[in-house]
């Protein structure tokens, strides 16, 4: 076994609260199929066999109890809770399961959706002997209008530089703009052995990152690291240009764990593999003479796709647009076989509906997804909407761009355009709603009524 | 606007005609306005030294008109008239020169920016024009960049004012100087120039935020660039340095463009070429290399035997291992070339001698058995048997007798004799000028004298030539760039220039303690503001001493800091005290014996007394400036027994008050360490103070090497006084037995 795959399934979607108000996030339907199965589906495509999952009492037990959540992957899943409430960051989570980790790892997180060549990524891991490889995309634009949100969101959120050298796979830099005060700063002797570097700001992490085992167990050492993004990404990325090899003195403690690793199983192979680099011309730079890589250890990759879908479902917007795309990634009939769907309605073919649906007499659906077991009555509309499972559609209504979580009733001859409808919600008949959020079943209607 | 707009799309029309009619044009400033080649540029301006046997400026006129330039203008100001003449006599002037050269001479240039203003002035440029120095030797076709450069500024609108040249090349290549080396911020679609930045002497690159800001999301940082000095400008860029008078280099101009970009809204963007050759000598370093860059042919066409000045006599043959040789050039028996010689026309060479990567000159003699290696020998130089000479530079006229030995680096100027039997050390500059000629040139605006005053001088004032430094038969002065000018910074620098020394050892040593750093500024960053005030104190001083500055103002400098950094008077104290205390090992190390420290401390303490008497005034500043002695003797606890004598010699010099001391010495004891201090200095201290009070008792004291203090009574009798509190009467000291070695009288 090379790689140990772990899926990251324990985050709470605090981005986009009005969805996983009810539904933890893992379990959003996506194209009808739970979120956490398109990263399975993903490992399983390589040829993964078993996947520790790492996630909340919740969500395991709709896994195991609830049909609609059908997960519907062969691999052995080896689900491991943590605590919800224990504030627990990714890094925290790789901690818990250290036990468990027995090789290098990959770590892939639950709201990602893509059809990257994940090969990619792991052969930079193989090929440069890496610390960490990671994926990144180039970063999509939402053309979809979110609801609730009027004339489009301004891109508030704070740019990442990372810094590639000339070739685009080795990761020299990153930071988040709002540490960058004082503006970038590179010291020299980094440009000195890597003289282009490309800095790009429009990327999107896919956090999916290859780690070596040596990195968990240094995690293992330093609880004070939480994060994986925040806060080991970039200290490794950092390290990889302090001195480390001559110099006992500087902290690193990544090494100090090589070095114990060695002791264990690895040694001979790294030896190996050491003299092998020594006796080789090949070399990864030009221009001077030094050793391959400047005798660094602590190599960082990232792999850029320059295509292809790759999102990471984390926010309203990116939902919708992963619902739009999500029928692209997998061959199964738009319509599901026990849905019953009446021969006089309007289907696109840019639209799923899910088993045991009712769709009536002239309806027409467009470029929508239709949750399980959801009956939408006759003279319904829907187009660019997201209609989640056991929703009830009384009749003449007309959804426009909203979303409908589970077990909402929308009365007859509602008007909904880009709207978010809570879980069990009820739209009273006739009602006509704009641009409004419906969620919270406690506060029983804070919308904004509209009447002609 | 829209009128604005209207006329300069009329313009556009009409330039874009003309572009085609118009010659293309270059301004080639034939002097580098600093003195990075004295004392050689003392008798030849730099752009007529030879490199391969040709003068530099023939070099860059080469380029430029195989680049299309149809018409250049030289400026020149130092020795304008030896490169008149030079000009005129060659090819260049002749009639059928496809590149028409229009020769300006002015006095009054003093930078790159008095020559532009003057273009502007005259109005000289019509079109985008080629901006080279006298010193660069290229062969890159800058017309593809010429191209970009003129559809960029159609696109934009004349927001591009100037494409700067480079050449790709990694860090580490021989033809990349230190000083020369930048570090270029781009964006990586349009090529535009984000931040320019010299980068000597850095560890950190900083780029500002602001470059960041441009709509693109891919930017680019380069360190492999090779600067080639050559841009193409438009006619703007005079403008904008008649605009501004404070821009004086390339470097003002571009730096001041890139910051006032957005006011301005001009534009530099970049052109890297892979395989062109393109590099300025701006030091002697960059002569080396790109003299044998020349003979290794990587500026081809520009070989040394395409004789591409069609002159006369200067044809050569090129045979393998790029060895050239003149015309009428004689080779001894035995005698080696082995890789890239070029040896100029009716040289001879003598037996047994031994060349690699060498250029000799015209009308040269080398005696037998001579070692040449990277040497680089002007005409009618005169080289005597058993010389060794390694990547040197010799001028013309020069004569090298018996037995010389030239290490690396150095240089023998114009007419310089040297030997016999002698070796001159690594990067010794040996002239015929002496350099407080110099000085003297520098009343008399040094940059506009063609008139070598020096000459009348030297003849009126000649001094005695030392034989140690040039030998017994030997004619010249060891240079030394004087150091006094402080204005000008080039003058600090070596004619040489500093090496590129690849050592990230030395950078990545700094990482931990840059960590620290970083972690200690971000918990306390005033404590900062107390270590800089610390260092200037220190620094205040230390000029105080060197320079003999009266102690009035040495309070006055202090006084200043002190507002400067926000500093209370009682850390003004406290710190001041430290610095002196610790001034013996700031100079001399740490590893001082405790008798050598105060041997040195005690005559600073009396020099510095009256600075010490400005601050510590009131009863409080003495107790301060106790325990500020208290917490270093508690540092520095090898030296504990210095303390009394320290004390002793503040009381003396009426710094510190008797009371103050005593007071210090009854209270305050905070720790067990200052305890056992007190307890160890204790005795001693009360009794001096004993010894203050009654002293009608005392004649005087001494102290005895092992710490002991001598009191020397009134009655002819001695009183020593042990540490462990002991006293005895004309007893020798007990721990050492000796009488003598305790000093006692």
Redesign the interface.
């Known amino acids: 076994m090379e790689l140990q795959a772990v899926l990251m399934a324990a985050g709470g979607g605090s981005r986009m609260m009005d969805l996983t108000y009810n539904t933890p996030k893992p379990l959003l339907p996506v194209g009808n199929k739970p979120l956490i199965w398109y990263p399975l589906n993903l490992l399983e495509r390589v040829g993964f066999e078993e996947v520790i999952v790492i996630t909340t009492k919740e969500v395991q037990k709709m896994i195991s109890t609830d049909p609609k959540v059908k997960l519907d992957v062969k691999m052995k899943l080896d689900l491991v809770c943590i605590q919800e409430d224990a504030d627990m960051g990714t890094a925290d989570a790789l901690r818990h399961i250290q036990q468990k980790v027995k090789t290098d790892v990959l770590v892939v997180s639950c709201d990602l959706i893509t059809d990257a060549a994940l090969h990619e990524v792991v052969d930079l891991f193989r090929a440069h002997n890496a610390t960490l490889s990671m994926l990144m995309s180039k970063a999509h634009e939402f053309t979809e209008t979110v609801p609730g949100q009027k004339g489009k969101k301004k891109t508030g959120e704070q740019?990442d530089?990372v810094?590639v050298d000339g070739t685009g796979k080795r990761l020299l830099f990153m930071a988040n703009?709002a540490d960058?005060?004082?503006?970038?700063?590179?010291?020299?002797?980094i440009?000195?052995?890597h003289?282009?570097?490309?800095?790009?700001?429009?990327l999107v992490d896919a956090h999916l990152y290859c780690l070596k085992k040596s990195v968990v167990d240094f995690l293992a050492d330093n609880k004070s690291i939480s994060s994986i993004r925040g806060e080991l990404v970039p200290y490794l990325v950092r390290k990889q240009?302090?001195?480390s090899t001559?110099?006992p003195?500087?902290i690193d403690e990544t090494h100090q764990n090589l070095k114990k690793n060695d002791s264990n199983i690895s040694s001979r192979d790294e030896e190996l593999l050491h003299l092998t680099q020594e006796r080789s011309c090949w070399n990864d730079h030009?221009?001077?003479m030094s050793d391959a890589y400047?005798g660094g250890r602590l190599r960082c990759y990232v792999h850029i796709m320059d295509e292809g879908i790759c999102y990471r479902v984390n926010t309203l917007a990116a939902y919708i647009e992963a619902n739009r795309l999500a029928p692209k990634l997998f061959d199964e009939p738009a319509v599901h076989p026990s849905a019953v769907v009446s021969e006089r309605c309007l289907i696109g073919a840019d639209s799923i509906i899910g088993a045991s649906c009712q769709i009536s007499d002239k309806t027409s659906i467009k470029r929508s997804t239709i949750g399980v077991s959801t009956t939408v009555r006759e003279k319904v509309k829907v187009t660019n909407s997201i209609i989640m499972h056991g929703v009830t559609i009384e009749e003449g209504c007309n959804i426009q761009g909203s979303v409908i979580c589970s077990n909402a009733v929308i009365g007859r001859g509602a008007d909904i355009k880009y709207c978010l409808v809570g879980s069990a919600q009820r739209i009273e008949p006739d009602a006509e709603v704009n641009i409004t959020y419906h969620y919270k079943s406690i506060t029983y209607n804070n919308c904004h009524k509209v009447s002609k | 606007m829209s009128s604005r707009g209207g006329k300069q799309k009329k313009g556009n029309v009409t330039s874009e005609q003309e572009e085609e009619e118009q010659p293309l044009q270059a301004v080639l400033v034939a002097d580098s306005f600093n003195r990075r080649f004295f004392p050689i540029s003392k008798d030849q301006p730099r752009a007529l030294l030879p490199l391969g046997n040709v003068a530099m400026i023939d070099y860059t006129l080469e380029f430029l008109t195989s680049t299309g330039v149809q018409e250049t203008f030289v400026f020149c100001c130092w020795m304008s008239n030896k490169i008149k003449d030079h000009l005129l006599k060659s090819k260049w002037c002749r009639p059928t020169s496809p590149n028409v050269v229009h020769i300006i001479t002015s006095d009054l240039y003093r930078s790159l920016g008095d020559v532009l203003r003057d273009v502007d002035a005259k109005n000289l440029v019509r079109n985008d024009f080629i901006l080279v120095y006298g010193d660069v030797v290229s062969n890159i076709d800058v017309s593809q960049a010429l191209q970009e450069h003129r559809h960029r500024r159609k696109v934009d609108k004349n927001i591009s004012v100037m494409t700067m040249v480079f050449k790709e090349?990694?860090?580490?290549?021989k033809t990349r100087c230190e000083e020369d080396d930048v570090?270029v911020?781009m964006d990586?679609k349009s090529k535009r120039v984000l931040h320019y930045q010299k980068?000597q002497g850095?560890?950190?690159?900083?780029?500002?935020?602001n470059i960041?800001q441009h709509g693109s999301?891919?930017?680019?940082?380069?360190?492999?660039l090779l600067d080639c000095h050559i841009s193409i400008c438009s006619p703007q860029v005079a403008e904008l340095f008649t605009d501004n008078f404070d821009y004086q280099t390339r470097n003002d101009f571009v730096r001041g463009i890139l910051v006032n970009e957005e006011i301005l809204g001009n534009q530099i963007h970049l052109y890297v070429t892979q395989d062109g050759y393109g590099a300025r000598v701006s030091n002697l370093q960059m002569y080396d290399s790109v003299s044998l860059d020349m003979v290794r042919r990587w500026v081809y066409p520009l070989t040394p035997e395409a004789n591409f000045t069609d002159q006369q006599g200067q044809g050569c043959t090129h045979s393998r291992h790029n060895v050239y040789r003149g015309a009428e050039v004689s080779l001894g028996h035995g005698s080696q070339m082995e890789e890239n010689v070029l040896i100029g026309r009716d040289t001879s060479i003598g037996a047994n001698c031994h060349i690699s990567n060498s250029v000799i000159g015209n009308n040269c003699t080398i005696g037998d058995n001579v070692v040449l290696d990277r040497a680089h020998m002007w005409n009618n130089v005169h080289v005597s048997s058993n010389v060794e000479i390694h990547q040197s530079v010799v001028c013309d006229g020069a004569v090298v007798k018996e037995a010389v030995r030239l290490n690396k680096q150095c240089v023998l100027a114009y007419n310089v004799v040297i030997g016999p039997n002698l070796s001159l050390p690594e990067g010794t500059v040996v002239s015929m000028h002496h350099p407080e000629e110099e000085e003297e040139d520098d009343d008399d605006e040094f940059l506009s004298d063609d008139q070598e005053v020096g000459h009348s001088k030297d003849k009126t004032r000649q001094k005695a030539f030392n034989p140690a430094e040039v030998g017994p038969e030997g004619k010249g002065y060891i240079w030394k760039a004087s150091m006094n000018d402080t204005e000008d910074e080039e003058l600090a620098q070596c004619l040489w220039g500093l090496v590129l020394n690849?050592d990230?050892?030395s950078?990545?040593?700094s990482?931990?303690s840059e960590e620290s750093q970083d972690r200690s500024r971000s918990v306390s960053p005033e404590i900062d503001d107390v270590n800089a005030f610390q260092l200037e104190v220190l620094g205040t001083l230390q000029r105080g001493l060197e320079e003999n500055i009266v102690c009035d103002n040495l309070v006055l400098e202090i006084n200043s800091l002190k507002y400067a950094y926000n500093i209370t008077l009682k850390e003004v104290m406290q710190i001041l005290t430290r610095v002196v205390l610790e001034y013996p090992f700031q100079q001399q190390g740490t590893q001082l014996t405790t008798l050598q420290y105060t041997g040195s401390l005690l005559p600073l303490l009396k020099t510095w007394s009256p600075v010490f008497k400005n601050y510590i005034k009131r009863a409080q500043d003495h107790l301060d400036c106790l325990s500020a002695v208290e917490e270093l003797f508690l540092e520095q606890d090898t030296h504990q027994t210095a303390m009394v004598k320290v004390l002793m010699k503040m009381y003396q010099l009426e710094i510190l008050e008797e009371e103050a001391i005593l007071k210090w010495f009854s209270t305050g004891a905070t720790n067990d360490k200052s305890r056992q201090l007190r307890k160890n200095q204790g005795v001693r201290l009360g009794q001096i103070c004993v010894w203050g009070k009654p002293s009608q008792n005392v004649k005087g004291y001494q102290f005895g090497h092992c710490g002991s203090l001598i009191l020397l009574l009134q009655k002819e009798t001695t009183l020593l006084i042990f540490s462990d509190g002991v006293q005895r009467k004309q007893t020798p000291c007990s721990q050492c037995h000796k009488k003598e070695s305790c000093g006692m009288v």
């Open positions: 740019r530089f810094g703009e960058l005060d004082e503006g970038v700063v590179i010291r020299k002797s440009m000195r052995k003289p282009r570097m490309h800095i790009k700001t429009g240009f302090s001195k001559n110099s003195k500087v030009r221009g001077d400047h | 090349s990694s860090p580490g290549h570090i911020a990586s980068t850095l560890k950190k690159l900083q780029f500002p935020m960041f999301d891919e930017f680019e940082i380069r360190h492999d690849p990230p050892e950078d990545s040593e990482e931990a």
